[in-house]
């Protein structure tokens, strides 16, 4: 069965600190890993998305990494913001024939306090 | 543009009651989903279209029926609400039904079944 962990479950820093969030995946066959961003009462809203062949991938002060071969993947966040409090999907995707099946994780709820 | 929209944004219903959720996308994307999230759980594919004309199952449909109108609009149908039922519902649309393909998301439906 397909499944995807994300640890810590929360997580509240400091604004300014940096921080990362970890995604462990049994998922395939393998075609892409993404981080979502949710804010509260919001849809999520897509940060990245890495291929297989692709190990780092930033965005701003976002920066995320992948291990295919341990099936690991992390978000870095840089220098913390008071806007970066929210939820953080990691959604991994397998193919299948012609279509793709999306398995969701949990999510890691954010915290950046003053 | 406004991208992904959804109405409404909150209702509660009776067990029992149906009730319609409807969601437009204005970027001519092919592909569009309704998802469910519920707490502690990953988001859930209830149904989806890869294009206008086709729908299909998803990982949870039961209790659910789906109607693709036109390229635009992607209506979710609870034709006897049951409490389980109670969630929050997100559609999302794609330019193609790929795994490469970034989702868009909709603000969201809350949905109370008392």
């Known amino acids: 069965k397909n499944q995807v962990e994300q640890s810590p479950q929360s997580l509240i820093i400091l604004e300014g600190k940096n921080c990362t969030l970890q995604?462990?995946?049994?998922?395939?066959?393998?075609?892409?890993l993404r981080w979502y961003k949710q804010d509260t009462g919001r849809g999520p809203v897509s940060l990245t998305i890495?291929?297989?062949?692709?190990n780092t991938k930033s965005n701003g002060r976002y920066t995320a990494t992948l291990d295919a071969d341990t099936k690991q993947s992390s978000l870095h966040i840089t220098a913390s913001q008071l806007s970066d409090s929210a939820s953080y999907i990691c959604v991994v995707s397998a193919k299948t024939g012609t279509a793709s099946k999306l398995t969701f994780g949990t999510g890691t709820r954010l915290q950046v306090t003053l | 543009n406004a991208g992904v929209t959804q109405t409404p944004k909150f209702q509660v219903l009776k067990t029992g009651q149906s009730m319609t959720l409807q969601c437009a996308q204005d970027m001519n994307h092919n592909s569009m989903y309704w998802y469910r999230q519920d707490p502690g759980m990953g988001l859930r594919l209830i149904y989806y279209s890869a294009s206008e004309g086709t729908t299909d199952k998803g990982e949870v449909p039961n209790g659910y029926n789906v109607s693709r109108l036109n390229k635009r609009e992607f209506s979710l149908r609870l034709e006897s609400a049951a409490p389980s039922q109670t969630s929050v519902y997100f559609c999302?649309?794609?330019?193609?039904?790929?795994?490469?393909?970034?989702?868009?998301f909709g603000p969201g439906t809350r949905l109370l079944v008392l």
């Open positions: 890495m291929t297989f062949s692709e």
């Open positions: 999302a649309s794609s330019e193609r039904l790929a795994g490469g393909e970034t989702q868009y």
């Open positions: 995604c462990n995946y049994t998922v395939s066959p393998f075609s892409n």
